[in-house]
């Protein structure tokens, strides 16, 4: 364990509320982990951020005082239940939260079998319907089937969108009256110090042309190739240039798919960027494509720089954000002219950065922060 507490000091504080993850290190969660710490920190509450090795989140160099790290000894999602119940035993802790539905059967089973009388709220970030469509139908019959034992138990259940939430309530059988939508806490001021970087990329520089950005894991549900698709349609009418940050495996066949529409010399793909704000507040229009989100982080962090979004209408959470901002922001999964259509119309004539912000008011981290509290903690 480290903190920056002394242990009586933590016993002191009147709750107890333990925080297990297990992420990537660079994914949407992380990002909605990294923004509500500070923000829980002013709780009066003591916090254990429950870690597995080989697992993020990616810690901050620097915890509030009322959050300690409680290392788990597991290495997989898989046996985090037998390494969970010492804890609850142990510790007591008054509620829990979990994201992830290994993490979330395994909170609600441990509860049950230690009787610890902590409050368990769990979340969900991803549409079940559109996680449903690409799988086989026993494996998403086998997931269903948990989620409807497990899910209704639970104190509380998160969801980013309301998307997300009706999934919850119609095929997990969540109680409406312990559902609780809550928007991704991604804007606050250290978002804004970071957009006010300058990227060291030759594209970005004054006088170029106008950049469209993407970003996000380099795989198949964030359907980057309908992206490029559309952006060499673009071209044959505006001279601008794609920049997709992230990694992944589909790397090789994007830069294939690059080269045989012409468009490989106004492509770049540099890889992960600890700050793609900088990059989104310097850009032209910022462009989702995937085919699936739970509450798309990257359009509000978007918007949030002053940037202009057109997103695939994909379930459950752009449309829900975008929606303001009429059809001219939105194009149907996997239409690359559609979604070519609505980058031109964003390029030639974007709406302001004080028509953007507006959009994002329930994004603020400190609002999101007290929304989450109350759900784990309860009213």
Known sequence: ?????????????????????????????????????????????????????????????????????VRLPVRTKKLVFPALIPYLLRHRP????????????????????????ARVAIRMGMSLTAMGAEMRPAQRERLF?????????????????QGVGEDLVQIATVRRERLHVI?????????????????DHPWF???????????????????????????ACVREEIDCKLVI?????????LSSLAVELGVADALDMPGFAANPYQYMRRAAVFALSSRREGASAVIVEALACGTPVVSTDCPSGPAEVLQPMGARALAAVGDH???????????KDPLSPQTLSGLITEHEASASARAYLNAIIGP
């Not at 089937?145 to 969108?161: E, K």
């Not at 170029?208 to 952006?231: H, M, N, W």
Request: hydrophobic residues 45%; charged residues 15%; glycine residues 10%.
């Open 183 to 199: 928007r991704n806490p991604l804007v606050n001021a250290q978002l804004h110090r970071m957009a006010a970087d300058t990227p």
């Open 145 to 161: 089937r948990s989620m409807r034992h497990w899910y209704p138990t639970a104190d509380a259940v998160i969801a980013p969108s």
């Open 337 to 347: 002219e559609a979604l070519a259509r609505q980058l031109l119309n964003m390029l």
């Open 94 to 117: 008054t509620a829990l939260l979990t994201a992830n539905h290994q993490l979330n059967r395994a909170a609600l089973l441990a509860r049950r079998l230690t009787g610890i009388p």
């Open 1 to 69: 364990m480290s903190s920056g507490c002394t242990p009586e000091g933590l016993l002191a504080m009147p709750e107890r509320v333990a925080l297990l993850f297990a992420t990537s290190g660079h994914s949407g969660v992380d990002r909605v982990i990294h923004n509500l710490l500070p923000e829980f920190a002013h709780s009066g509450a003591a916090f254990d951020l429950l870690v597995i090795g080989g697992h993020g989140p990616s810690i901050p160099e620097a915890l509030p005082c009322s959050i300690r790290i």
């Open 245 to 253: 940050l992230g990694e992944g495996g589909e790397r090789g066949r």
């Open 205 to 231: 520089a004054a006088g170029q042309p106008p950049i469209i950005l993407g970003a996000g894991s380099l795989e198949p549900r964030k359907d980057f190739a309908t992206l490029i698709r559309a952006f």
